[in-house]
């Protein structure tokens, strides 16, 4: 790895030593223009009004996300103000998660073509003769999101930055005559990096519709390919093994959901011992960590009731991908309303129930809509059909689909531990290069 010939200490430690020819300083000394945004006012038809950016359409790996923008009403003082050009950098300098606040996008030929504006929830920077491709590189880098930690001030539960605070940020002054090798080194690199982390998403997504296949497949048609079938009389399993039947969830399982106990009396919740799970927790296929403990007094005086171990659960409703989830338990708890337990009778197994359960997700939340005040009754999932093998065939399914499926959830583990080590190595690369660890010019 190439390096320079000398260094000096930045005097930030995180940082260390930045090449001897390069200055390091505010980066209130590097910038042109510092300047919040506008928010205007609401629009009466769809087709009125400017579009604003919000840090809604700013990604938290620094793209762009257009899919949904907000358009709102400005006087034209306010546009000409905050009307957006390319090379500007825009950042989020409010939110409620650490990792969110400071993301910025820099301002391409596209959006600058849309004349977007941008809100009072993001800042727009204007470096002074500075390549602002680059400093995009660096203000996404830790080498200035570290920084963000110690800058933000915390209000009402969200963190902010401001222009004020922004001004105070550190930066290496990369000569001029540098930047652009720079840029166009780390363009290459990343770009590279950025193609191998979307084909390996590409084969994560094709893992998970392979197992979303493979149990569907499994769960309506069974582990033999010359059985004779019959229709089942419900269009969207088609046909099923002569031998199986179709019955309803009510049929073959005990239903109920829970509630939250007061919230307003502490001796419901303090030092609780019985385990309480609410939807957030069903997002894992087998149940074992709950994060919340009701009391003995708070379950007395609550509808909620023990569900014991292999009860199926499912979610109710969730703005998420909640709703529609299932999961089985592996402990003995209780739940809040957004979730209902299925207890099912000796002739069906719960892990066979799971895998049909989890095989409908995307069917029965179309049956109910994806909006997110439109949830799943309990009576409601109480109608679904049920396919219903006899209980030895049961058995070897779940034999079968617990092997395959954990050999895909292996293969889909590694492939994400692979993209976490691609982005690790890209903010390493990045971070290298700007601070003059490694020389990447001439």
Known sequence: ??????????????????????????????????????????????????????????????????????????????????????????????????????KSVIVNSEVENLKCCYSNFVQRLRFRNYNSKLYHYILNNHVVREQYRYLTQTTTGLGNLNGTTLNEVFLPFIPLSEQQQIVTFLDTKTSLI????????????????????????VV??????????????????????????????????????????????????????????????????????????????????SSTKILPIGTVMMGLNGQGKTKGTVGILEIETTCNQSLCGMIFKDDMYPMFSYYFLDSQYYHIRGLVGEGQREGISVSF????????????????IVEYLDEQTQLIDNTTSIEEKRIELLKEYRQSLISEVVTGKRKVVE
Do not use: C
Not at 243 to 263: A, D, F, V
Not at 382 to 395: A, D, K, T
């Open 220 to 301: 309506t048609k069974g582990l033999n390919p010359n059985v004779e079938m019959k229709d089942s009389g419900v269009e969207w399993i088609g046909e099923i093994p002569k031998g199986w039947r179709i019955g309803k969830l009510y049929q073959y399982s005990e239903m109920s959901n829970g509630s939250t106990p007061s919230r307003d009396k502490p001796e419901y919740w303090e030092n609780g011992t019985i385990p309480w799970m609410s939807s957030g927790e069903i997002n894992k296929k087998k149940i074992r960590d709950i994060d919340g403990r009701i009391t003995q007094e708070g379950f007395e005086n």
């Open 381 to 396: 999932l109480g109608r679904y059909p049920l396919v219903v093998p006899p209980i030895s065939e049961q058995q070897q």
């Open 1 to 102: 790895m190439n390096r320079y010939d000398s260094y000096k200490d930045s005097g930030v430690e995180w940082i260390g030593e930045i090449p001897s020819v390069w200055k390091f300083g505010k980066m209130k000394y590097q910038l042109s223009n510092n300047d919040g945004g506008v928010w205007g006012s609401d629009v009466e038809n769809e087709n009125d009004g400017t579009v604003v950016i919000r840090s809604t359409e700013i990604t938290i790996d620094g793209q762009w996300d257009l899919s949904n923008p907000m358009k709102r009403i400005l006087t034209d003082s306010e546009i000409e103000k905050t009307l957006l050009y390319s090379g500007d950098i825009v950042l989020t300098k409010s939110s409620g998660s650490p990792n969110h606040i400071g």
């Open 194 to 217: 950025d193609s191998l982390i979307e084909k390996t998403q590409r084969k994560i997504e094709l893992l998970k519709e392979k197992r979303t296949s493979l149990i569907n497949e």
